[in-house]
């Protein structure tokens, strides 16, 4: 009798570790609730492949992309490589414009044949240039007797002037130049302004006399 409730016993404390246990691996079940609907929901074949499709698609979009900018990066240095040394030539150009005025305000000079033969010398050697930055599609900037345009030209005074336009350039202090699309340096420009009716100017500072 004493054997049978010892088997009883060893029965029932198995059967309460067997609960305990499932009880165990049910809470477990319960507080991963996210790894049991992952193991639900395997990626099927077919979505895998999509992925990587469109990994893959993504990936050549932007070697696409890289190829086109290193090409637009080699043409814009191919084409303006130049333009630092553009600039340093265009000093040869003021140089001979200053040498010009120069001998021309030079009064022992004026008048006499060496004179003359030294200006067609130079002449000649600044049209030279020009067409050596003609076919370098290096231009000048053409601007007298129009409209001022902050793209192209800076202004450096005000001359009055009732026969032009306001604003327009009526003088040339430095030739301005382009290489293709690019500007290399603007036009130094003087442009016109009405000239000043005296009379309303002195009843402008009369008034503002008064209000003050």
């Known amino acids: 009798m004493d054997k049978d409730q010892e088997i009883s016993k060893e029965d029932n404390s198995l059967n309460d570790t067997e609960l305990k246990s499932v009880d165990k691996n049910q809470r477990g079940n319960d507080l991963n609730p996210d790894k049991k609907e992952e193991e639900k929901k395997e990626i099927a074949p077919e979505e895998k492949i999509r992925e990587l499709e469109d990994k893959l698609t993504r990936a050549f979009a932007e070697m696409e992309n890289q190829r086109r900018r290193f090409e637009k990066e080699k043409e814009e240095a191919f084409e303006y490589g130049g333009l ?68 192209f030209h800076q202004a450096m005074m005000e001359i009055e002037d009732d026969q032009k336009e306001p604003g327009t350039i009526i003088q040339e202090i430095q030739k301005g130049f382009t290489l293709k699309d690019r500007l290399l340096r603007p036009s130094l420009v003087g442009v016109s302004k009405k000239i000043e009716d005296k009379n309303e100017k002195t009843s402008e500072n009369i008034e503002k006399k008064e209000n003050n």
Do not use: G, M
């Not at 150009?93 to 004179?115: G, M």
């Not at 000649?124 to 020009?130: G, P, R, Y």
């Open 84 to 151: 630092l040394f553009a600039k340093e030539a265009l000093n040869l150009i003021d140089n001979l414009e200053r040498s010009k005025q120069v001998l021309e305000n030079d009064d022992k000079l004026k008048d006499t044949d060496a004179l003359n033969k030294t200006l067609e010398h130079l002449e000649i050697i600044n049209k030279d240039l020009i067409s050596i930055f003609n076919k370098n599609n290096i231009k000048p900037i053409e601007c007298l007797n129009k409209k001022l345009d902050p793209n």
